[in-house]
Each structure stands twice: as C-alpha cells, then as structure tokens.
C-alpha cells in the first residue's frame, strides 16, 4: 500500500510525510487505503508534502465520524510553566486549542468567523456604520454600503471588473467599472471590504448588481504617537536555522555564539531572542532533500539545535515558533513543537504556534513564519520575494495573514480564524524567505529575519538567492534597529 500511494503522488509531484503514511497504515477501515487512493487521484491541487493533517481531513469527509478513533486529548503544554512571570502574556496561540478534523461544516464555521471578525476591524472605519445587511440592499435601487466578503471576481473583455460578494444574508453581483477609482484596488478573492456604490435594479436584460464606488479595507490606523513601553532591554530576530541542512553556516553561528556571548556592543543589552520558524531542516520537505542534510533524523536536527542554544547565554529568553520545515502539522496555524522535543532544550526556550501574539513586557509582537509571503508575491505585483515586507504591509492591509484561501500555504478550518490580525502589534516578524529586511509602517516593526543557511540546490534551481548569517537587533523604547552580519 505504501508504494502505491508513493508512486501515485509522485506521479501528482507532490511526496507524502513519513508519519502520515504511519497513520495510514494504522487506519482499520475495510474502505481504506483504496477510498483514499481514489481521493487523492481526483485532487488536482494537493498540497507539497501530503502531511498527516491533509490524510485525516480526507478521512473525515469519507468515513463516518463514529468509526474514527477519537483524537487524544493533550494536556495544555507545559511550557506555559517556564515562562518568567509577568514578562510574557499570551494573547494568542493554538497550541493545544486545535479543534478542525476538515469537516465541510467547519470551513463554513471558519469563514463566517473570518468574515465577522474583519468585518468588526472594518466597520471601525468611517461610513462602517451606515453599512447594511445584503438581504437588506438587494430589490432596493439606489445608494448603500455594505461590508462584505469578495468570493470571486475577474476582469470582463472589456476591462471592467465583476464580482461576487457575500456576507451572511446572502450574495450580490458588484460590479467596477475601469473608470471608477475604486477600480485600482488590488483586490483579492476572500477579503473583507466596505464598499460603497448604487444598487442598480433587475430590468429583465440585465441581473441586479451592485456597481461599487469607493472601496475601504480594514487597514490599519495611523499611529503617530505610538506610545513607547518601557523596555530598557534590546530584542534579537534570526530564524530559518535549518539545523540539519548541509548548508547549514556552522561558522558564521559560531561567530554569532561568542559575540552573543561578550559584552561588545549591543550583545550584553539582549535580553529576548526570537525565532520565527524553520529551526531545523527537517526531512521530506521537498524531493531528494535527504541528498541535502549532514544530519537525516529530525530528533538529531532539535538535539542539536538543543545544544546550540544551551550555549547561548541562559538569561536571554528565546522565543520559538514553528515553519514549514519543523515537525509539525503543515497546515496554519501550526501548533507549538511537541513536548517530547521541548524537553530536549533548556528552560530559557520557549514554544509558540505559527502566528503567535504575544505580549513582552508591554510590547506586542505578531510572530508568524511567513509561508503566505509566496502566495502575495504570485498575486500582487507590487509584492516580490526579494522584499518580503512588501508582502507584510498588503497582510496588514487585509489585517489577514494569508489573505486567499486554496493557494499554495493550507489552512486548517479552526472555530477562529487564527491568521486574522485582530490586534495591531508594535513588531511583526516574519521569515521564510531567507532575507533581513526591516521598515516602519505606520509605527509598526516589521522585520524579515535572516537565515544560517547558505543557498541550496533546490534554491540554486529557482534562482533563489539567500541573504544569511544576520541578527536584527530592536531597542523598542527607541524603535532603533541594527542589523549585524555574520556572513
Ligand atoms: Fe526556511
């Protein structure tokens, strides 16, 4: 069975994980594994790799949920146990709230949640109070507003756009003509907009829709006198470690080791290190990486990562989440790592999921690995991968992390949707794309991290050029940012 269903997705291109091909095989069902070879034949658009969440959504939607083994419950992560009292709140984290199995009624669930929180962020703006229900405009010509989600939309042959827009009372054509300035808004499918325009009724030729004037996006507010916290300390960004890599930049981290370590400069004064994903290199992430790794276990890779951060100095507080490398679900919001791996490093290290919001010392910081930074950078010209905060500032726009549904980042239909931003941080953080790049914006932070690992056959074959071995380094009650290179 395991061959046939690695031949099958390879023909797909795509590669399944080793532990979702344990859980498979673990399946006792007499409709399987030849119900879930049929499924995966049909899917034109399965995710790289196939990963243990992806095999149990398919199981879901074919077997009945009674004859599935319930989940384990898992006790809450004993982390929360480590973190230095007072110092860190929690403001949002999945870890152990998981509650998607892919149930058809939970993407419903998940987008009427994504729909109404945006919504609340929109309706803030100016004109959100004059909005009103679909339902409510529908059969009744003349001007009105409406918050409402774009399900689709595209460009007629004579350079006008359609769409389609719905909230919970039901849907309506709109309609923007190439005149209007609403057209020049980068819209996407999926995002939450005020839109303000004239009702234009069914006359028999032509069906009722709602022709938009002006466009508002939840955005986010000016914040000029953004108030400073009193924070005496400074904070530190690296990610994208990819222990494990045969890339991986063992002196360049050394060199960062003992200045981390001595008093010069900036180092003594750091007093939080944060890690937005891809710690290790894992394995199976993408075809003959095997080839690529000098260590080809994933417990190796952390045991090792354990041991580098055991030699950082043990006052500094080091703030983890998981990427798409890590050994955790595939689909966002991923979960902290689990316990088994948390155990193998010293109490100064801690686990969020991907995003987490936290709180430290009055200072927010949105963490997320960055996954959706390709997606924008396919959609929207003015986004390249080269310079990722163009992606972070149209994320902020859409005060969503991965603003389109069903592109290449997958997301788990949880009860809240965990990649809205309801809150607006004072430092976002990315990775993912190997590059540093940090830019104020509106007086928020953002920051792409760099990475410690050398470019790769696999980026060398798309002409991905990396920009390691370099430490942000943020004095938040000043909003001074340094970038020091170990390269
Ligand atoms: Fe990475």
């Known amino acids: 069975m395991r061959n046939r269903i690695i031949r099958k997705l390879a023909e797909k291109n795509t590669v399944i994980t080793p532990d979702a091909l344990e859980y498979l095989s673990d399946v006792d069902h007499p409709d399987c594994p030849e119900s879930i070879l049929e499924r995966l034949e049909k899917d034109e658009d399965l995710p790289f790799p196939v990963c243990k969440d992806t ?6 939607e074919m077997i009945e949920p009674s004859e599935l083994e319930k989940p384990e419950e898992r006790d809450p992560p004993e982390r929360l146990d480590k973190i230095p009292e007072n110092k860190i709140d ?21 987008f009427s949640d994504r729909y109404e929180r945006l919504k609340a962020i929109v309706e803030k703006r100016r004109d959100g109070k004059k909005s009103r229900p679909i339902s409510r405009i529908s059969n009744r010509p003349g001007n009105a507003t409406i918050i409402a989600m774009i399900r689709d939309l595209y460009t007629t042959s004579s350079g006008n756009k359609m769409l389609t827009l719905e909230d919970p009372t039901g849907e309506m054509r709109g309609f923007i003509s190439a005149d209007s300035d609403a057209f020049e808004k980068d819209l996407l499918e999926d995002e939450v907009i005020l839109a303000k325009g004239e009702v234009w009724e069914n006359n028999g030729d032509f069906e009722e829709t709602f022709a938009i004037e002006e466009i508002k996006r939840p955005g986010i507010p000016k914040m000029n006198d953004h108030s400073r916290p009193d924070f005496s300390g400074k904070i530190a960004f690296l990610g994208d470690i990819h222990v494990g890599s045969d890339t991986f930049l063992e002196d360049e981290w050394s060199d960062f080791r003992s200045w981390i370590n001595s008093d010069e400069g900036a180092a003594e004064y750091i007093e939080y290190l944060v890690v937005p994903g891809d710690l290790i290199d894992g394995i199976g ?83 997320y690995h960055g996954s959706s930074i390709n997606d924008l950078s396919d959609m929207l010209p003015q986004v390249t991968s080269e310079r990722p905060v163009t992606a972070m500032k149209e994320m902020m726009k859409r005060r969503h992390l991965v603003p389109v549904y069903g592109k290449k980042t997958s997301i ?76």
């Open 285 to 367: 992430i993408f075809p003959d990486q095997e080839k690529e790794l000098n260590i080809i276990d994933v417990n190796e890779q952390y045991r090792r990562l354990a041991q580098m951060f055991k030699q950082l100095p043990e006052d500094i507080t080091i703030i983890t989440i998981p990427g798409n490398h890590d050994i955790v679900r595939n689909t966002e919001p991923q979960p902290c790592l689990p316990e088994d791996i948390q155990e193998l490093f010293p109490p100064n290290v801690l686990f969020f999921s991907n995003p987490a919001l936290l709180e430290i010392e009055g200072l927010k910081i949105l963490a």
């Open 90 to 110: 929690i403001l949002k984290d999945v870890s152990g709230e998981s509650t998607c199995t892919g149930k058809v009624e939970e993407f419903q669930k998940y």
């Open 55 to 60: 095999i149990s959504c398919f199981l879901n």
């Open 412 to 487: 788990a239909p949880e009860e809240k949707d965990y990649m809205v931003i309801d809150e607006v941080p004072d430092i976002f953080v990315t990775g993912h794309i190997h590059r540093t790049e940090v830019e104020d914006h509106h007086g928020i932070v953002m920051i792409n991290s760099s990475t410690w690992q050398a470019q790769t056959e696999y980026q060398k074959m798309r002409d991905i050029k990396p920009d390691p071995g370099k430490v942000t380094i943020l004095e938040p009650n000043t909003n001074k940012v340094s970038i020091r290179d170990f390269s």
